[in-house]
């Protein structure tokens, strides 16, 4: 299995406050990516990384920032979490090629 | 952008072979067309890529006429553990930013 983690892997929180989740690899693979998934959907792109410091927007970006200081590592943040932003998030990577995409084991967060 | 059209659910016998038809009526030319299949609380993980013809690998195969406006993946003898949703995914190889992820296909295997 690719060498994916992500952290937390569950979390609940209050509205008004900042979380951040955290990707880290270790395939040394290009491109990262965020997702949510909610019920009977599925994945929906938040951001993405095609290197170190380049960023991109996905489809749902609002509400979210990311940021890339280092190849292994992909943060993504909630500045100011709502209840709409219940979700769980899905970390993936890959590389140039095939560009299969390889996933995390994702993150559960709840904000109440 | 191609989406993609696939049923919502489908109900198979362990040992059958189960097949999954997905249309992309709008496919480009550059497009491959990619398969996905998730457990409960897990991520997707990659099934088959294609492009045309036919691909197989050592899960599963994948059929794609010469349209292209479908394609139909085939999983030989299934058993209980298949169980799970399955992707369909259309794209440039390699631009996985642009890829839509649909509601996917709940397939469901009884004993």
């Known amino acids: 299995d690719a060498g994916i983690t992500q952290s937390p892997r569950h979390k609940v929180t209050e509205t008004g406050t900042p979380v951040t989740l955290r990707c880290h690899q270790t395939e040394n693979h290009r491109y990262m990516y965020w997702y949510r998934q909610d019920p009977g959907h599925g994945l929906r792109l938040i951001h993405y990384?095609?290197?170190?410091?380049?960023?991109d927007k996905g489809e749902v970006s609002d509400g979210y920032s990311v940021s890339r200081s280092k190849t292994e590592d992909f943060l993504l943040t909630l500045e100011s979490a709502t209840s709409s932003q219940t979700s769980v998030y899905f970390c993936a990577i890959s590389d140039l090629g095939t560009g299969e995409l390889f996933f995390g084991e994702g993150s559960r967060l709840t904000v109440l | 952008l191609a989406k993609t059209t696939q049923p919502i659910s489908m109900d198979s016998y362990e040992g059958q072979e189960v097949n999954i038809t997905c249309s992309h009526n709008n496919i480009a030319t550059n497009d491959y067309i990619t398969w996905y299949q998730q457990f409960p609380s897990q991520g997707p993980r990659f099934i088959i890529q294609g492009y045309k013809t036919k691909v197989t690998n050592e899960v599963a195969s994948l059929f794609i006429p010469a349209d292209r406006k479908s394609s139909t993946l085939s999983l030989p003898r299934v058993s209980l553990s298949d169980t799970a949703v399955y992707y369909c995914?259309?794209?440039?190889?390699?631009?996985?930013?642009?890829?839509?992820w649909g509601a996917g296909t709940k397939l469901i295997i009884k004993p």
């Open positions: 990384s095609y290197g170190v410091k380049d960023t």
């Open positions: 995914l259309v794209g440039e190889a390699g631009s996985n930013y642009q890829l839509i």
